[in-house]
T-cell receptor
Framework: RKEVEQDPGPFNVPEGATVAFNCTYS??????FFWYRQDCRKEPKLLMS???SGNEDGRFTAQLNRASQYISLLIRDSKLSDSATYLC???????????FGTGTSLTVIP | DAGVIQSPRHEVTEMGQEVTLRCKPI?????LFWYRQTMMRGLELLIY????????DSGMPEDRFSAKMPNASFSTLKIQPSEPRDSAVYFC?????????????FGPGTRLTVL
């Protein structure tokens, strides 16, 4: 079983829509979680960390559900510029490995 | 800051040839990571260094792959001999210290095609 699994999409949503992605992880002892964003043919860049209590950054909300072993990313009021691939990252409690999901592709349509 | 620098940006080579990818991390960063990205497998961590010392190379696919970090400002990833299945985008990333595992700064990547 993969350490991290994401629905690859693609998600095609109209401008202004709300969209959510999930990412499941297999190691229940995982300790740190993040979302990265990767534009087409570019490098990944950190979008936001995921805290146990959930956290928000503008239109973006990240949540962690330890019981069901998944993290989520919610984007409200989607903009054309949100079109990208969103990668989740899980770090196990050993702290010496990074596991990236394969990414979820989002296209925001005018 | 110039960010993480990688070279070459694109490499096309023939099967059996040696390929060397280069990376200059952000100055002052203690950690350097090499990743490979393909459509099928996503982003895979190959190896990472802490203060120029390889810490975990369990992601290196096989003996044809080797990585070095002779000093704090330079690292190489070598494939010898290269095979078509090595075609991928190879990213180098660096981070400041172990307290900043989340903030990895990626270079622009090297797009490798092995014919």
């Amino acid at each position: 079983r993969k350490e991290v699994e994401q629905d690859p999409g693609p998600f095609n949503v109209p401008e202004g829509a709300t969209v959510a992605f999930n990412c499941t992880y297999s190691n229940s002892a995982s300790q740190s979680f993040f979302w990265y964003r990767q534009d087409c043919r570019k490098e990944p860049k950190l979008l936001m960390s995921v805290y146990s209590s959930g956290n928000e950054d503008g239109r973006f909300t990240a949540q962690l559900n330890r019981a069901s072993q998944y993290i989520s990313l919610l984007i409200r009021d989607s903009k054309l510029s949100d079109s990208a691939t969103y990668l989740c990252v899980v770090i196990p409690n050993t702290g010496n490995q990074f596991y990236f999901g394969t990414g979820t592709s989002l296209t925001v349509i005018p | 800051d110039a960010g993480v620098i990688q070279s070459p940006r694109h490499e096309v080579t023939e099967m059996g040839q040696e390929v060397t990818l280069r990376c200059k991390p952000i100055s002052g960063h203690d950690y350097l990571f090499w990743y490979r990205q393909t459509m099928m497998r996503g982003l895979e961590l190959l190896i990472y260094f802490n203060n120029n010392v390889p810490i975990d190379d369990s992601g290196m696919p096989e003996d044809r792959f080797s990585a070095k970090m002779p000093n704090a400002s330079f690292s190489t990833l070598k494939i010898q001999p290269s095979e078509p299945r090595d075609s991928a985008v190879y990213f180098c990333a660096s981070s400041l210290n172990s307290g900043s595992w989340d903030t990895q700064y990626f270079g622009p990547g090297t797009r490798l095609t092995v014919l």
